[in-house]
């Protein structure tokens, strides 16, 4: 977000039990009234009238202002109106995974010392568990409103990033959801919904936004940065790939917000693109909110990307684009003399301050007192509670993912988890054996209490040893103690290495260079696997996939897990699994990529589909088929799970929409060859089809046949038609449905789904059309594959 500041790092918050239960709480000083105050100069006026619908109330807030007034709630830090006793508002508020500082609009202090830090949103995503994600939100919203009571949060939270993480260097791809259009879609909506509350009125407790619309997955990366990068996208890759999420998020999740990204999308500023903003967000999706730009995206649009000649056109082309708010200056200080100059009209301007007035309203902020809302009792009582703290626990757990898991030598089952009898001294080394701020990733606030790897590791053994055996994350130089290290393995019956990365190598404004661990960490690692008594389990912290061939390939390495960043909890949640507290069951979100993969895919080549011609590999699990390190997807258990499809059709029909005579020509033009279509091939236009109730009922029976109770995610892959190119470029396989069901020991449970033809079953051609190939359609589950064939029936015949 912040483009000239780095941000900033959260500080270790110590919050000592014995010591808060002896001190009274600090005071909490009761939030004045942002506008619409009883008694206040506009308490009679139109705007403050509950009773009316909330857009006639804003326009006729708008109508009152002057320009000048106008153009200062123009940007995110709103200037007040007195005069109708109108507050002013910081719109910059965070809450990725978790209340967050990074914003001007929280301030930790006081009563609010620290908020609940969740595990970062790609470690929550390894989850696959749209209930957990939606807790997460709800929790985070309590915390927030509590903040706002406490005149130490605002309202409007610019979150969630539902970026699709294409490519494995990108230092932000931890806050996303990961590599899968149809997860990171799932998660937007459901995190969406946790924090606004909306159900099924218009009023909102908390006000998200979906960022960065769109195509923005490159921060610096050699010698370019986002604010001069020119993404060149497919219409077909924005339709099947990077829009999807956004959609999901406007139209699923129903958020108040839209952020438009720094970088242009094939030569157009997205913060300048009238065709995305008012076309595509507001008109195709129907968002209800507003839009607002990534900070100083007009700025950067003028000074760095030289889109237009003057500042007054700048302003003039966001606010005619459809923008509106400015996280920035630009548009406070020249959408005046913009306007004076007839280059945008006062109506493009009330047009943006009723979007953003009318939220407000929803918010319940010119509503008077806010004690007096539905929300008004939420308090400090109501932050880092022990259900929340219970619930970042819960997530951290779920999030692991168990990517290796020797058998062991003598009397068989694999070596995880371990058993506090048999390994009463347990070595805990590596750089992150002790990490605290870096569990958390970055757009993080300040937590309640953080639970070190060693802290946990400790809780289960009757001695747990030290030793970094790394300074700290980068690890170089000759100096480092891995000495140390080595000998604590030597002695110990067991020995946990935590490594990975932070944010020093993957954040904000840096992209990686390189997939493999830093500095000397994987020297360390391999030293203590050659010189443990005991087995070795490797712990991984990062955002980012990491090439550990090395390790994987090392049977002195016993268990490799994967834990993200696990937010404040994290090695409880780390302990928990080792020592078979915790079934793991997560799955990884991205792909891991080999190191050689670098050299093929330029971070500047959008492209989602391969390339034979060029040696160009194509990116995630969809449209790459090399070698990987570990694929999309992949997570073991401590039990073993299989399925039985229960129930799913063999055929379906597709019925087109219209009368007979609209059908009739319907069906001549929507099955005609597509493009790249071979011959006598059809693909029915998702435009043309009747899409309501259009879905294929899948029944899956899961049968864990383990010793262990456990959680799995049944994951339902879809491929189009094989016979021939029914659309070029589909993708060789796509996620179109996931279920988290927990199931005994030797129970069955079954799971019902429903794959919606028309999005799931459907292609995007080149021109971004989308269709839906006739013919033989395959649906994965895990060993089992089931053909539906789908067939065109025309209505009114």
């Known amino acids: 977000m912040r483009r000239r500041a780095p941000i900033p790092l959260p500080v270790l918050l110590l919050m000592a039990a014995a010591a808060s239960s002896l001190a009274p709480p600090p005071a909490v000083e009761a939030r004045a009234a942002f506008a619409c105050a009883p008694g206040g100069p506009a308490t009679s006026l139109p705007f403050c009238r509950q009773s009316l619908p909330l857009h006639a109330r804003a326009r006729d807030f708008v109508s009152r202002l002057t320009r000048a007034e106008k153009v200062r709630l123009l940007v995110n830090n ?75 949060a605002g309202l409007t939270f610019w979150s969630p990033n539902v970026n699709i993480f294409r490519d494995p260097r990108w230092g932000r791809g931890q806050e996303t959801p990961g590599e899968d259009p149809t997860i990171s879609s799932r998660y937007a909506a459901a995190y969406v919904r946790g924090l606004q509350q909306a159900h099924n009125t218009n009023r909102l407790k908390l006000a998200a936004c979906c960022k960065h619309f769109t195509a923005y997955d490159l921060d610096h990366w050699g010698n370019t940065d986002r604010f001069h990068f020119n993404a060149v996208v497919s219409p077909q890759d924005l339709e099947d790939t990077f829009n999807v999420p956004f959609r999901s998020c406007v139209a699923d999740g129903n958020a108040a917000a839209v952020m438009c990204s720094y970088n242009q999308v094939n030569g157009v500023p997205t913060c300048a693109d009238e065709g995305f903003l008012k076309g595509t967000i507001r008109g195709k999706w129907g968002l209800d909110g507003y839009i607002v730009s ?12 030289h889109y237009t000649h003057t500042t007054e056109d700048a302003a003039a082309a966001a606010l005619r684009a459809g923008l509106d708010l400015d996280c920035g200056p630009f548009l406070a200080v020249y959408t005046e003399p913009a306007v004076a100059k007839g280059k945008v009209s006062d109506a493009d301007v009330d047009a943006a301050l009723i979007n953003t007035v009318t939220v407000q309203m929803r918010l319940g902020m010119f509503d008077g007192d806010p004690a007096s809302g539905p929300y008004g009792h939420l308090g400090p009582k109501d932050v880092c509670t022990p259900a929340h703290q219970e619930l970042a626990l819960e997530a951290a757990r779920q999030g692991v993912v168990l990517l290796k898991n020797e058998k062991r030598k003598k009397h068989g089952g694999d070596i995880l988890p371990l058993r506090a009898a048999a390994h009463r001294t347990v070595a805990v080394v590596g750089p992150h054996a002790e990490a605290t701020v870096a569990m958390v990733g970055n757009y993080a606030g ?33 100096q480092q103690p891995v000495a140390a290290a080595v000998d604590a393995a030597r002695r110990a019956d067991a020995t946990v290495v935590v490594a990975g990365l932070d944010q020093k190598v993957e954040a904000e404004g840096l992209d990686r260079n390189s997939l493999l661990l830093p500095g000397r960490q994987a020297e360390l690692i391999s030293a203590v696997a050659k010189a443990s008594k005991g087995p070795v389990i490797l712990v991984l912290m990062s955002g980012g996939p990491i090439d550990i061939a090395f390790a994987q390939n090392d049977p002195r390495i016993a268990a490799i897990l994967w834990v993200g960043y696990p937010g404040q909890a994290g090695g409880q949640a780390i302990a928990d699994v080792i020592f078979g507290h915790h079934n793991p069951g997560g799955k990884l979100p991205m792909t891991w990529y080999p190191q050689d993969y670098l050299r093929k895919a330029p971070m500047t080549n959008m492209a989602m589909r391969a390339n034979p011609a060029s040696g160009y590999p194509g990116r995630t699990y969809r449209f790459y088929t090399g070698p990987t390190i570990h694929p999309f997807g992949h997570g073991l258990s401590y039990t073993r799970f299989t399925h039985t499809l229960a129930h799913a059709p063999a055929r379906l029909t597709v019925r087109l929409a219209g009368g007979h005579a609209a059908a009739a020509t319907s069906l001549l033009n929507a099955t005609t060859r597509s493009a790249g279509a071979g011959a006598g091939e059809r693909a029915v236009r998702v435009a043309h089809a009747r899409c309501e109730g259009l879905s294929v009922p899948v029944h899956v029976d899961v049968r864990n046949v383990g ?29 179109v449905a996931f279920e988290k069901v927990h199931v005994a020991a030797g129970g069955v449970a079954r799971v019902e789904m429903g794959i919606d033809v028309c999005e799931g079953m459907s292609v995007a051609d080149r021109d971004g059309v989308r269709r839906i190939p006739v013919g033989d359609h395959s649906l994965v589950i895990g060993e089992i594959t089931h053909t539906v064939t789908l067939g065109v029936e025309q209505l009114g015949v």
């Open 707 to 735: 010793e262990r109770d456990g959680a799995h995610t049944v994951m339902v892959y879809h491929a189009a038609p094989a016979s021939g190119v029914v659309v070029a470029g589909a993708p060789e396989r796509q996620l």
């Open 294 to 305: 990534d900070c100083d995206s007009v700025d950067v649009f003028f000074n760095d990307q």
């Open 78 to 152: 709103a200037a007040g109106v007195p005069r109708l006793g109108v507050a002013g508002y910081e719109w910059w508020s965070e809450a990725l995974h978790g209340v967050s500082d990074t914003g001007p609009g929280v301030k930790f202090g006081g009563a609010f010392p620290g908020a609940t830090a969740f595990p970062q949103v790609i470690g929550t995503a390894a989850a696959l568990n749209a209930s957990l994600w939606e807790l997460i939100g709800r929790a985070v919203s309590d915390e927030a409103r509590a903040m706002y009571n406490g005149g130490q």
């Open 446 to 478: 300040k937590a309640c209490r953080y639970t070190t790897s060693l802290q946990g590791v400790a809780g289960y053994v009757k001695q747990a040893v030290h030793a970094a055996g790394c300074a700290d994350v980068a690890c170089a130089g000759t």
